[in-house]
Antibody, heavy 118, light 107 residues
Framework: QVQLQESGPGLVKPSETLSLTCTVS????????WSWIRQPPGKGLEWVGY???????NYNPSLKSRVTISVDTSEKQFSLKLSSVTAADTAVYYC????????????WGQGILVTVSS | DIQMTQSPSTLSPSVGDRVTFTCRAS??????LAWYQQRPGTAPKLLIY???SLQSGVPSRFSGSGSGTEFTLTISSLQPDDFATYYC?????????FGQGTKLEIK
């Protein structure tokens, strides 16, 4: 059973760059799409963007100017960078795997709370 | 962008009740729709994909239906473990989007 684990700082200062990594274990990173999804405290879910194992990406236009997602297949990791953060970027950030037959998300990490505050 | 609207925002059914959630898309998404269950403090769990396909390991009391712009998730007989928030998500085109969620509260 594939497992995903987010890691990174839980506190980021305003205007700085949020950096998170998702490590995939128990399965292959190849042939799948991988996404980042976030959830502000007490609110709903927002898709941030995805990456294919080849490096192809697709970002939510609402964040596109600030988002970069990259992949390291040798380490079985993919990463999120979100620049120029504000308090509105405070959220639980999840990494997730796209299902093999659709773009539903069939495996999720446990999530990591990132707070933007000085 | 395609917007997803769920109704109602909260429900207070009793154990054993049949419960139905509604999700509407702002434009035709075919059957490119998923449903998730999220318990407090945990990640969402995939229940239904392609509008009506049951994800492996999900109890058969969960079912999904619909196509185009109107979709429903039904729990045939509510169990105590089902009190959670339920989200729909479209994957017709980028950007993917979720509904705002329907919360099941214990009556």
């Amino acid at each position: 059973q594939v497992q995903l684990q987010e890691s990174g700082p839980g506190l980021v200062k305003p205007s700085e760059t949020l950096s998170l990594t998702c490590t995939v274990s128990g399965g292959s990173i190849s042939t799948y799409y991988w996404s980042w999804i976030r959830q502000p405290p007490g609110k709903g879910l927002e898709w941030v963007g995805y990456i294919f194992y080849t490096g192809n990406t697709n970002y939510n236009p609402s964040l596109k100017s600030r988002v970069t997602i990259s992949v390291d297949t040798s380490e079985k990791q993919f990463s999120l960078k979100l620049s120029s953060v504000t308090a509105a970027d405070t959220a639980v950030y999840y990494c997730a795997r796209h299902s093999s037959h659709s773009s539903s998300f069939d495996n999720w990490g446990q999530g990591i709370l990132v707070t933007v505050s000085s | 962008d395609i917007q997803m609207t769920q109704s109602p925002s909260t429900l207070s059914p009793s154990v054993g009740d049949r419960v139905t959630f509604t999700c509407r898309a702002s434009q035709n998404i075919g059957t490119w729709l998923a449903w998730y269950q999220q318990r407090p403090g945990t990640a969402p769990k995939l229940l239904i994909y392609d509008a009506s396909s049951l994800q492996s390991g999900v109890p058969s009391r969960f079912s999904g239906s619909g196509s185009g712009t109107e979709f429903t998730l039904t729990i045939s007989s509510l169990q105590p473990d089902d009190f959670a928030t339920y989200y729909c998500q479209h994957y017709d085109s980028s950007p993917y989007a979720f509904g705002q969620g329907t919360k099941l509260e214990i009556k």
